[in-house]
């Protein structure tokens, strides 16, 4: 017995070793929780990486999704590429699956700026850093893959219509008025976006407080196929912009060589889809306002007649946490618009900060939502306006002589004083650093860039020690 008693430990022990030097990322997860059957509805980016971390903390996850299987289906039409940053990264690498999504992603370290008559170029941050263009369609079939790897079970053409709030209970139908199934879990997250239907039923609460503003513009999708020989017609590392002022077009780079491009225009005007009835109007509006497109966007006409025009909302609300049963994350608590790329990234750091809360209170789920909502709600806040800002910087400000002198004064000041001057699209984009600190102090910071740039000849001593020397004095005032 002894004998048999030894060897059962040295197996234990060599199990246990595997684990610890060849599989590093099972045992740096968290210590697991009291198993729950959570459900997540919203089988999308946000929801499919959430059922990860809830499963590889020891709960059953069902996902659903009123919409069919992405995977089995053609995703195209309405898609605005999406540029990882490093927050989206830290949430993929902290269950683990990161390497796996930086297969299919592609860095671009700098925007191209195509003016009517030029083109610009303007890095990003520092040499090395990059955000990443990946296809929504192509991140979302394999965040649905992994989070099934992982053990969680997908229920697709599942449409929910209301939740009971206080007993975490689904209700499942075919029509909105017709026969209902209940599905009852110990706890449900709405991952269901802008137009969550959880968050619908939340809104019929006392001191539910809700908000959402459309933009007057709205997007369409258009594409640039890859040359015959599947390389990119245009710089493959660069985020390409057109700015127009009102209106403007971006073309983000695929792996197959093509780019999805998407254009935004207001829905009515001079300038806008309204305007553009007919084929010859569309060509002719391109071959004036953005040029260097005609020739690489052989479809643009089928594409923009073909594929529909979509809108563009911020959505804001709060709470978001029903006592311990309830949770809404990703843009069904906060959704924004599109312009500074972070709708994702936000998203997945919902599911970062709740995973600290998780590993810091246990199965203590009131704590653990109370805390992640009131973590979360200033920063979803700021980076809203920080979003809606910067459509103005890309449509308007990139073609802007003043702005783009502004850009790199900043640069050449943070190359020499790192520690005292990180620009606002670094603190966003390459830091995990609050959202709500860096439109605090991107403020300050944008105070001081336009008392340096009301100085007298500042376009031929930018560079110099005395400009220098002016931001120090000005940054002491802080």
Known sequence: ????????????????????????????????????????????????????????????????????????????????????????????????????????????????????????????????????????????????????????????????????????????????????????????????????????????????????EFLNMGYKELNIPANSDASHKLDKNSFHIWPRGEYMLIALPNLDGSFTCTLFMPFEGENSFASLTDRKMVENFFEKN??????????????????????????????????????????????????????MNAGFEDITVLNEMIEKYGDDWKKIFSEYQISRKPNADAIAELSYRNFMEMSTKTADEKFLLQKKIEKAFSDKYPDKWIPLYSRVTFSDRPYAEALAIGDFQNGIMEEILRIDNIENIWNTPEIDNKILQLLQNE
Request: with cysteine; aromatic share 12%.
């Open 290 to 343: 953005f040029p260097d497109s005609i020739e690489v966007i052989p479809e643009l006409a089928n594409d923009f007649f073909k594929n529909p025009t979509s809108t563009l909302v911020t959505m804001k609300c709060f709470p978001w946490t029903y006592e311990d049963k309830i949770a809404l994350i990703g843009d069904a608590c906060h959704a924004i618009v599109p312009f500074y790329g972070q709708g």
């Open 1 to 212: 017995m002894s004998c048999l008693v030894a060897n059962n430990l040295l197996i234990l022990k060599l199990i246990y070793n595997y684990y610890l030097f060849l599989r590093p990322n099972i045992l740096d997860f968290p210590s697991m929780q009291t198993s729950l059957k959570i459900a997540v509805v919203g089988s999308g980016l946000v929801g499919s990486l959430l059922a990860i971390y809830l499963k590889k903390a020891g709960h059953t996850v069902h996902v659903y999704d009123r919409s069919p299987d992405i995977r089995k289906i053609n995703f195209s039409g309405r898609s605005i590429n999406l540029a990882m940053s490093n927050r989206g990264w830290k949430a993929l690498d902290g269950v683990g699956v990161g390497d796996s999504v930086r297969e299919i992603a592609i860095p671009m370290d700098k925007r191209a700026i195509h003016l009517v008559d030029k083109l610009n170029f303007q890095n990003y941050g520092q040499e090395g850093e990059s955000i990443y263009s990946i296809s929504r369609g192509t991140l979302n079939r394999k965040m649905i893959d992994l989070a099934e790897q992982a053990g969680a079970e997908f229920f697709f053409e599942q449409k929910i219509w209301d939740v009971t709030l206080s007993d975490a209970t689904l209700h499942i139908g075919e029509t909105e008025r017709g026969e209902w199934e209940e599905k009852k879990f110990d706890m449900v997250f709405g991952a269901d976006g802008a137009f969550s239907r959880i968050r619908h039923r939340m809104q019929r609460q006392s001191m539910f407080n809700y908000s959402q």
